[in-house]
């Protein structure tokens, strides 16, 4: 077995000496991109690659730092995302902090979400991973519109209102049922967001999605379900 299969072998089951042995042996390993991939990826990557929750993960990231590991380092291909945004999109928020206090950019772009553009706090929200979502807010990361309509921080998304255009607003909507906020819905339809306008990454309506996150057990999906079918029969 070569160096580079044993260091992910010993990551996957969180062996975390046979992983400090193998660095010894090729110190290089731990800010390379690993050879063989279709896509370049590096260590952490593998540390914070789906599902995620690795045993002894935190252990695994500040060894590969200390062994000189680029705790920013994007991954190589079709898109640019770092660790912290797979540790985000894991919900793996042990994995999340260690990054964190290793020096990771909270806001570091290159998510598979917003052209390139979206940050781990995106990637969290997007893919409801609410528990990495509040930590990254917790520990200081920059919200917009959609972060602050999925996570219902009503007052920041108030300030917003006054220059959002139509499109931005039916997209907050679905992001506070995505995310069941009713307060964040209600503060939406007031101002005018549409709750029958189909999204065009899926052609789902709001209210379809808050039944998806009701089905999946979001806390406040129903509220906003209920609250939308009210907004949407009286405007039929």
């Known amino acids: 077995m070569d160096l580079q299969t044993r260091a992910v072998e010993a990551i996957g089951s969180g062996d975390v000496e046979a992983l400090a042995s193998v660095l010894d042996a090729h110190p290089t390993l731990a800010t390379a991109y690993l050879s063989g991939d279709q896509e370049g990826r590096t260590l952490l990557h593998v540390a914070t690659d789906w599902p995620g929750h690795r045993a002894r993960v935190a252990e695994t990231i500040r060894l590969l730092v200390e062994r000189g590991a680029d705790v920013d380092a994007p991954f190589v291909g079709s898109h640019a995302e770092t660790a912290l945004h797979w540790a985000a999109s894991c919900d793996d928020v042990e994995a999340l902090d260690a990054l964190l206090e290793a020096g990771a950019a909270i806001d570091a772009p290159g998510g598979v979400i917003g052209d390139g553009t979206g940050t781990p706090l995106m990637d969290a929200t997007v893919f409801a991973q609410w ?62 967001a549409d709750p029958s306008r189909p999204a065009p990454w899926d052609g789902s309506t709001p209210l379809d999605e808050a039944g998806r996150a009701h089905d999946a057990g979001t806390p406040g999906a129903a509220a906003v379900r209920d609250l939308l079918g009210l907004a949407r029969g009286a405007t039929n």
């Not at 509040?134 to 999925?150: Q, V």
């Not at 006054?162 to 101002?191: E, F, I, K, V």
């Open 131 to 192: 528990a990495a979502a509040r930590r990254l807010l917790e520990r200081g990361a920059a919200t917009g519109g959609w972060e602050e309509a999925s996570l219902g921080l009503v007052d920041r998304l108030q300030a917003r209102l006054p220059a959002a255009s139509q499109d931005q607003l039916d997209g907050w909507l679905w992001a506070s049922a995505h995310g069941g906020q009713p307060g964040a819905a209600r503060l939406l339809l007031d101002a005018g």
